[in-house]
DNA sequence: CTGTTAGCGCATTCAA
DNA sequence: TTGAATGCGCTAACAG
């Protein structure tokens, strides 16, 4: 009997009993909720210590309604490309909602179907990570838990994003600046919402200089593996040949470097490249690659802030929360002495 | 009162209402456990089905005590540089997990702390992705919850890792090849098991091909930030300069190929190099990168398949199960007309 | 084959 | 300030 209590994981009426009070006590004391003679509350405090208790999870939420996990959500198709982009976010988003309590579970969103951690009730909000959802699934997420999306945005619908064009646009500033006057806009398919407001920056950049847009400047890809292929070929059939490229993330910015030098040209005397995302790869490529820094972590750590405000907070009306992304100076866009 | 009940969440007390049975008969039927009339099991299935039933989560793991969730935890330290390749491991592990039902709950590992959701009791197994956890904490937790180690091993405690050892060995063996007999180990700290692994795969090789190893050609350089930098300073020291370079992993090789090109050193021409783990980087940086693929897909699909076994099967004795890695020749080597 | 009963561990009324 | 009673939603003995 002794061996099994001792295995036994110890519960409020274990510790009720070795404080000789009640089990609502000990659930009041450990809750600091209403009045207590201090004393009766720090003995039992104490006790909890010694034993090392720890709140059953289920029992608790079973109780209180509250799961205090929260729900983060991919595209699984996103996976593929923007895998380390997200990962930076994940271990922030991560770290700062446990600071705050809080569980993340994670799943891969499968195109329409109710993530089962919002079905099953085992997350309090939830949080979709990049742009690869249905509208429509948000829309119905929205009426179960508090959504968040990070890296998008939707009307009426909390969000973490960048200035995607306000990015673009420096970037293609600072080519203009090293003299380009016919820059590329290079990208693996207008679909994505990101890809389209860079493509603005891009273009406002343009108009501001003075430099007219060229649409036969902007070359797609594919939604495919061998996209970055695809457009470096339509890239080289234009006629003259641009001397930049901006690039509407770094991925496509790599490919598009070791595609062109194998083609001959140097990176970035004949073509300078700018991408954007400042990945990984970024600074490991050769040249390293100048781009546009997306403040991931600040993302993370901002969404798990916002999603425990949304949870606990008063301040509930959607808010939007957009971050300014900054130029990252490497050397594919001809800058020198740089890193 | 309608409204009320068209907005709670449908219980089985609701479901049994309408099939004008008891609660426990539904759980049965929904859990198809015991015998029970077709017709009966039927009616409450579709009922179940109409209303969209889905089981609370808590109320289920407070009466079974079972939680139907798998921790992942990651060491704080790794996250910098093993990001994206534990993604991929991450992405494969929930898909997996999902199928059976199981839910991922993703925790970032600090030190000695037990993670929080196994404390309380949150999850009912455990799996640790990577080298970077105290042992001590391993044999703490056994003693909770299955614990599984993802490219990791520790006796008796039950493992999915890489055959670093041969991994490395095809790597050197590849550079001997191609005719190369001073090769040097290039690593970031000989701390790291994986690490220490791939360099005795590096001494075999150079053995069994009648080289004498020479621990001058061991380049070791320090964790922190710029140990790339570090390293190919003490490499570019090595008279005469050795004709190759095996990493211990891509980032490594990757930051060494861009600092050699720096040095006007080409690569492979002057200096070949090879990496190990096949990630992100690996294809996009040029020369591509000839290096060790590790199958980290198999990887995550294999730890959650092995979780689900400890969780529900019987074949509990710890295993220990090794995945071949698999040479992929790119340029960085000297291999010719490969991708 | 099915209903009744009794918890799971905790929070929260309501009394005392 | 504290205790007893109740219920969260579900499962599992035990009866019937």
């Known amino acids: 009997m002794g061996r099994i209590i001792a295995v036994m ?6 510790i009720a009993r070795r404080a000789g009070v009640s089990p609502s006590t ?6 600091g909720k209403g009045r207590m003679r201090p004393e009766t509350r720090e003995r039992i405090l104490r006790i909890a210590r010694e034993l090392n208790y720890r709140p059953n999870a289920h029992a608790r939420g079973l109780a209180t309604k509250k ?22 976010i994940l271990s922030s988003l991560e770290s700062t909602l446990a600071s ?20 099953e009730g085992r997350v309090d909000g939830f949080i979709i990570l990049g742009t690869d959802v249905q509208r429509s699934l948000v829309r119905t997420l929205v009426k179960r838990v ?36 016919r820059i590329a806009f290079m990208v693996e398919t207008m679909g994505d919402p990101n890809f389209e407001e860079r493509f603005l920056g891009y273009r406002k950049a343009l108009e501001d200089h003075g430099i007219s847009f060229d649409e036969r400047l902007v070359v797609e890809g594919r939604r495919e593996r061998g996209f970055v292929r695809i457009a470096v070929r339509k890239f080289l059939e234009i006629k003259p040949l641009p001397t930049a490229i901006f690039a509407a993330n ?8 070791s595609l062109l030098r194998e083609e001959g040209l140097r990176v970035p005397e004949d073509v300078a490249v700018v991408g954007f995302d400042d990945g ?8 390293p690659l100048t781009t546009v820094f997306v403040p991931r972590g600040d993302m993370g750590r901002l969404a798990a802030l916002r999603m425990v405000e949304l949870l606990e907070g008063k301040e509930k009306r959607p808010r939007s929360i957009v971050l300014a992304p900054e130029l990252v100076r490497r050397r594919s866009c001809g800058c020198r002495y740089v890193t």
């Open 250 to 257: 770094d991925y496509t910015a790599a490919g598009a470097i």
């Open 67 to 88: 799961t205090h996990c929260v729900g983060v959500g991919i595209s699984e198709r996103h996976m593929p490309v923007k895998r380390s982009f997200y990962n930076v």
């Open 26 to 31: 000990v659930s009041r004391a450990l809750n």
């Open 146 to 181: 508090p959504i968040l999306l990070v890296d998008n945005h939707l009307p009426g619908v909390d969000a973490i994003a960048v200035d995607n064009t306000g990015g673009a646009y420096f970037a293609v500033e600072h080519l203009i600046s090293h003299g380009h006057r």
């Open 100 to 119: 705050y309590g809080y569980h993340l579970v994670f799943s891969v969103l499968h195109n329409e179907e109710i993530p089962r951690c919002i079905s």
């Open 9 to 14: 994981r110890v519960t409020i009426h274990e």
């Open 280 to 287: 990984e790869v970024a600074a490991y490529i050769s040249p």
